[in-house]
């Protein structure tokens, strides 16, 4: 539970009276209880498929060469957006393209899958550790809007 925003007083009177959203995704279980599945304003809309870059970024963790990932949407002419993953390796280790591309498609909807892919030596973080999705969004929207 929150007790309040942290916020100008010309913000609050902006977002009005009722139910505020936080931009949290996320679903109540049969049993009550509430998971938080991802950030509304990461979600991926690719022909008119919301996607949520936080289920293939679980998906991608579990690949035993993999350290650290990043999935977000990018430009596409034909579908508004499409699924693009950026991986960083273990140590000394390298990832096979066709290899992962395999391993994402034995787990994930057709939809869900990354149509393009990138591999970094590192990530770009916060010094608290959050991937700074938002620097690797960036260099791919410059100059255009995004769809979300």
Known sequence: AMEGYFATEEQLAEAGEGWKSVGDVGYIDDEGYVYISDRKKDMIISGGMNIY??????????HP???????FGIPDDEWGEKVHAVVQPKAGRTIDMHEIEGFASERLAGYKRPRSWEFRDELPRTESG??????LRDEHWKDRQTGV
């Open 53 to 62: 870059p936080a289920e293939i970024e679980a998906v991608l963790y579990q």
């Open 130 to 135: 959050k991937l700074l999705k938002r620097v």
């Open 65 to 71: 060469d993999v350290m650290d990932v990043g999935v």
